[in-house]
Nanobody, 123 residues
Framework: QVQLVESGGGLVQAGDSLRLSCAAS????????MGWFRQAPGKEREFVAA????????NYLDSVKGRFTISRDNAKDTVYLQMNSLKSEDTAVYYC????????????????WGQGTQVTVSS
């Protein structure tokens, strides 16, 4: 059984930064790609970023490229999402997920999910 717990969300102003964390427990995910997704009210959950098991390959949604950075610390079984220059359209619940490949962008390609953390960006 794998548990993913996100933290770091909050209410910020446009242009601010936040760093989300996702801690894994129950089973090491060091051989798994990890991803971040988000879901805004009334919208489908969408892919944001993914990182390979070794951390050397990353994949981003076009609208967050250059602003968001995904990273991981396998010694701590933790994945991070550094979000800079936040915009009101980034407002959503952010979810951490574990999957098989850094190229995966579909919700159904990830087998484990956290409970989500709210990010609200005021303009």
């Amino acid at each position: 059984q794998v548990q993913l717990v996100e933290s770091g969300g909050g209410l910020v102003q446009a242009g601010d930064s936040l760093r989300l964390s996702c801690a894994a427990s129950g089973r090491t995910l060091r051989s798994s790609a990890m991803g971040w997704f988000r879901q805004a009210p009334g919208k489908e959950r969408e892919f944001v970023a993914a990182i390979s098991w070794g951390g050397g390959i990353t994949n981003y949604l076009d609208s967050v490229k250059g602003r968001f950075t995904i990273s991981r610390d396998n010694a701590k079984d933790t994945v991070y999402l550094q979000m800079n220059s936040l915009k009101s359209e980034d407002t959503a619940v952010y979810y951490c997920a574990a999957g098989g490949s850094v190229t995966y962008r579909r919700v159904d390609e990830y087998g484990y999910w956290g409970q989500g953390t709210q990010v609200t960006v005021s303009s």
